[in-house]
C-alpha cells in the first residue's frame, strides 16, 4: 500500500513561491504516475499537474493551462519525494493541495488517469 504525506504549504503574498513535497512511502515510485491536485473552497477538485517517473527521470510532464510556466513538477528518487515548484502565485491558486500516485499513466490525457493513491493535503493561501 502506498502512503503519501504532504507538507511545504502555507500562507504567501501574491507572486510568492512555495515549494510543496510528497514523501512517497510503500513502494518505490519507479514507473509510476505521480500527480498533484487541488481543490478551492466549494470548488470540486481539479488536476494540476502529473508525470511518469522512471529511471530516476521525470517523464511527459503535463500541467492544467492555469499553472503551465509558473508550477514545476520533480522528483527525487533518492528522497523518494515528489515536488510542486509554485511561482509567481496568484490568489486564484489558493486551495487544499493533494499528492497522488497511480501505476497506469496516461500519457496522452495524464489528467484522466486513474491516481488511486491520496495524500492528506497541504493548505495553500495566496493573499492579494
Known amino acids: 500500500q502506498v502512503h503519501l504525506v504532504e507538507s511545504g504549504g502555507g500562507s504567501v503574498q501574491s507572486g510568492g513561491s512555495l515549494r510543496l513535497s510528497c514523501v512517497v512511502s510503500?513502494?518505490?515510485?519507479?514507473?509510476?504516475?505521480l500527480g498533484w491536485f487541488r481543490q478551492a473552497p466549494g470548488k470540486e477538485r481539479e488536476w494540476v499537474a502529473s508525470?511518469?517517473?522512471?529511471?530516476?527521470?521525470?517523464?511527459?510532464?503535463h500541467y492544467s493551462d492555469s499553472v503551465k510556466g509558473r508550477f514545476t513538477i520533480s522528483g527525487d528518487a533518492t528522497k523518494n519525494t515528489v515536488y510542486l515548484q509554485m511561482n509567481s502565485l496568484k490568489p486564484e491558486d489558493t486551495a487544499v493541495y493533494y499528492c497522488?500516485?497511480?501505476?497506469?499513466?496516461?500519457?496522452?490525457?495524464?489528467?484522466?488517469?486513474?491516481?488511486?493513491?491520496w495524500g492528506q493535503g497541504t493548505h495553500v493561501t495566496v493573499s492579494s
Open positions: 497522488a500516485a497511480t501505476i497506469s499513466y496516461y500519457y496522452i490525457d495524464p489528467s484522466k488517469s486513474p491516481f488511486d493513491s
Open positions: 508525470m511518469y517517473w522512471s529511471g530516476g527521470y521525470t517523464h511527459y510532464a
Open positions: 510503500g513502494r518505490s515510485f519507479d514507473k509510476s504516475g
